[in-house]
């Protein structure tokens, strides 16, 4: 267990809908970091959060947002929903803002269908 | 934008034997992580390398941080059932500009034979 929690498991629905992916980092990690991993694709970095504030963006469509709150929980935002959105969907938590000892910890994902 | 060259894209083992694996690309990295991936799961952290040069063991599994800073390899020895899965490398840049975020190769899939 990583200590990264992701929620829900899974997630299905329909094109053009909107949906929520939750994540709580491990105890006292700062940084957020969702990932976006398509079947048989490697994993594509999408945002980075430090502290509740953006602090790195990767390829993340304009239809997709995401916030780190007070509590450190983080949001992943995915709106007007295509058929290509569907994939599994990472955070990943650590502490220091990008130091040399930076390690990343991943949750067990969300697997995102749309129909 | 940066890229990981990883390969193979995979193998087939069969128990007992060693395998290698390597990734490699143009710009320069502070950090190599290497990560396993079981169906359905994340990614699981099973080596870091800081330094160039670095050779650092886990177990059967052994990872080099490239003198270049450009590559690193990982092998298994003695491989088991349990080491099919996903095996994805990851880099930090030495430049800093992603902030922390890695770049990953796009995995070597293990299958048994």
């Known amino acids: 267990d990583s200590g990264v929690t992701q929620t829900p498991k899974h997630l299905i629905t329909a094109t053009g809908q909107r949906v929520t992916l939750r994540c709580s980092p491990r105890s006292g990690d700062l940084s957020v970091y969702w990932y976006q991993q398509s079947l048989d694709q490697g994993l594509q970095f999408l945002i980075q959060y430090y502290n509740g504030e953006e602090r790195a963006k990767g390829n993340i469509l304009e239809r997709f947002s995401a916030q780190q709150f007070p509590d450190l929980h983080s949001e992943l935002n995915l709106s007007s929903l295509e058929l290509g959105d569907s994939a599994l969907y990472f955070c990943?938590?650590?502490?220091?803002?990008?130091?040399?000892?930076?390690?990343?910890?991943f949750g067990a994902g969300t697997r995102l269908s749309v129909l | 934008g940066q890229q990981l060259n990883q390969s193979p894209q995979s193998m087939f083992i069969q128990e007992g034997e060693d395998v290698s694996m390597n990734c490699t690309s143009s710009?320069?990295?502070?950090?190599w992580l290497w990560y396993k991936q079981d169906p359905g799961e994340g990614p699981v952290l099973l080596i870091a390398?800081?330094?160039?040069?670095e050779l650092t063991s886990n177990g059967r599994l052994t990872a080099q941080f490239g003198i270049t800073r450009k590559d690193s390899f990982l092998n298994i020895s003695a491989s088991i059932p349990s080491d099919v899965g996903i095996y994805f490398c990851a880099g930090q840049l030495r430049d800093g500009g992603s902030q922390g975020n890695l770049i990953f190769g796009k995995g070597t899939k293990l299958s048994v034979k």
């Open positions: 390398l800081y330094k160039a040069g």
């Open positions: 710009s320069i990295f502070n950090t």
């Open positions: 990943a938590s650590s502490s220091p803002p990008g130091g040399a000892k930076n390690i990343q910890y």
